[in-house]
């Protein structure tokens, strides 16, 4: 079955400290996207990639950090600097960029701070 | 900013009673999207509309885009408690150098037994 595979489910961040999210898919898509939702709200574009080895900021991309070293995945790294983590982070994936196509979802991450 | 504005913010309905959302943009839309987060879970897609005055229909759901482009709506028959969750569009607007795909806030439907 294709599709978008997030881990972890849930994280557990320490001040100061940086944390690395994961998506993973075999869609075979070329843009991936990461997205930040806080409860009871829309989502937010935090990173986008059209295609390997390139990337671009979202609306809200201070204190997050990524990489497209491959089509299949797309990394999420919280640094220390975003002062306000907690949220849940979901990751997606669509055939081509600019808002054409359909996105698909991995079943996100909520992270929550110690 | 551009933008995609969606009301109402939460709807609570009976079992049976018919649900509407709407969704406005700031700037004309080249297509737009639907998609459905059960709680607890993810955005699913559930339809994209590309034509002035598309109508598409998905069992008792009813996808409307508007002659402008700017604006879409999605109509719940005689809902069920499957119908629970939240409702977004989502529109491609310009974001930094390119366009992506921008997120109304959302109507979250609570369906009453």
């Known amino acids: 079955d294709g599709g978008i595979t997030q881990s972890p489910k849930y994280l557990f961040r320490k001040e100061g400290q940086n944390v690395t999210l994961s998506c993973e898919q075999n869609?075979?898509?070329?843009?991936m996207y990461w997205y930040r939702q806080d409860p009871g709200q829309g989502l937010r574009l935090i990173y986008y990639?059209?295609?390997?080895?390139?990337?671009q900021k979202g609306d809200i991309a201070e204190g997050y950090s990524v990489s497209r070293e491959k089509k299949e995945s797309f990394p999420l790294t919280v640094t220390s600097a975003q002062k306000n983590p907690t949220a849940f982070y979901l990751c997606?994936?669509?055939?081509?960029?600019?808002?054409?196509?359909?996105?698909?979802f991995g079943d996100g991450t909520r992270l929550s701070i110690l | 900013g551009q933008q995609v504005m969606q009301i109402p913010q939460y709807q609570h309905v009976q079992e049976g009673e018919d649900f509407t959302t709407y969704c406005n943009s700031s700037t004309t839309l080249s297509n737009i999207q639907w998609y459905k987060q059960r709680p607890g879970g993810h955005p699913v897609f559930l339809i994209q509309?590309?034509?002035?005055?598309e109508v598409k229909k998905q069992k008792r759901l009813t996808f409307q885009f508007g002659e402008a482009k700017k604006n879409s709506s999605l109509h719940i028959t005689a809902t069920q408690t499957t119908d629970v969750g939240t409702y977004f569009c989502a529109g491609p607007l310009s974001s930094g150098s390119a366009r992506q795909l921008t997120f109304g806030s959302g109507t979250q439907l609570t369906v009453l037994p």
């Open positions: 990639s059209q295609i390997v080895n390139d990337f």
């Open positions: 869609l075979n898509h070329d843009a």
């Open positions: 997606a994936s669509s055939r081509t960029g600019e808002g054409r196509q359909p996105q698909h």
């Open positions: 509309l590309v034509k002035s005055g």
